[in-house]
Every structure is written in structure tokens, then in C-alpha cells.
Nanobody, 125 residues
Framework: QVQLVESGGGLVQAGGSLRLSCAAS????????MGWFRQASGKEREFVAT?????????YYADSVKGRFTISRDNAKNTVYLQMNSLKPEDTAVYYC?????????????????WGQGTQVTVSS
């Protein structure tokens, strides 16, 4: 089993920045691919970013966040981050951290085995 705990959400004005963190425990973190997803009110959960544990594999991003968001991980701290810059009101959502065994950077939520409880991000205009 893997436990994931997100933090760092909050209220920010448009154009601002937030950094989300996801702390993992219960399994070897450095053998797992990690992802961030988000779900806005009344909408389906959507892919945001994913990162492999293999360092030379570049992360994948949704087109809507490319150039503004950066996913990274610190295996020594069992933590994955999502740096969010130039935030827009349409980025408002609950953000979820997810983990899957293996190195593949998956963009589909069904490919993930473990999920955090989510953290709310609200961007005001």
C-alpha cells in the first residue's frame, strides 16, 4: 500500500503561483511513476502532469498547463511537487496526486494505483 498526502493548495490571484507537494509513504517511492490530476466542480478528472522515476525521461504535461506548470520529484524525501505559475481562473480545481508501480508516465487516471485525498486550488480573477 502507498499513502499519498497532498498539501500546498489555497487561494491565489490570477497570475500568481503555488507549489503543491505530495508526500508518499508505504512503498519504495523511487520505483513509482507519479502524476497530478485535477477535477473542477461539475467536470471530470483530467490529467495535468506525470513524471517517471527514471531521471532522463522528460515529464509529460497537459497542453493547458505546458509552459506554466512544472512537475518534479525528490526521491530522498519521497515527495513529488507541482510548481504552478501564471495561474488562471480556469486552473481552479481539486488537485490530486497519484502513483503507479513502474516507470511509465501515464496520462490516464485508470493507470494509477494510488491516490491522495486532494487539495483545493482556487484562482480568483
Amino acid at each position: 500500500q502507498v499513502q499519498l498526502v497532498e498539501s500546498g493548495g489555497g487561494l491565489v490571484q490570477a497570475g500568481g503561483s503555488l507549489r503543491l507537494s505530495c508526500a508518499a509513504s508505504g512503498r519504495t517511492f523511487d520505483s513509482m511513476a507519479m502524476g497530478w490530476f485535477r477535477q473542477a466542480s461539475g467536470k471530470e478528472r483530467e490529467f495535468v502532469a506525470t513524471i517517471s522515476w527514471i531521471s532522463y525521461r522528460t515529464p509529460y504535461y497537459a497542453d493547458s498547463v505546458k509552459g506554466r506548470f512544472t512537475i518534479s520529484r525528490d526521491n530522498a524525501k519521497n515527495t513529488v511537487y507541482l510548481q504552478m505559475n501564471s495561474l488562471k481562473p480556469e486552473d481552479t480545481a481539486v488537485y490530486y496526486c497519484a502513483a503507479r508501480a513502474g516507470s511509465r508516465r501515464a496520462q490516464v487516471s485508470d493507470d494509477y494505483d494510488y491516490w491522495g485525498q486532494g487539495t483545493q486550488v482556487t484562482v480568483s480573477s
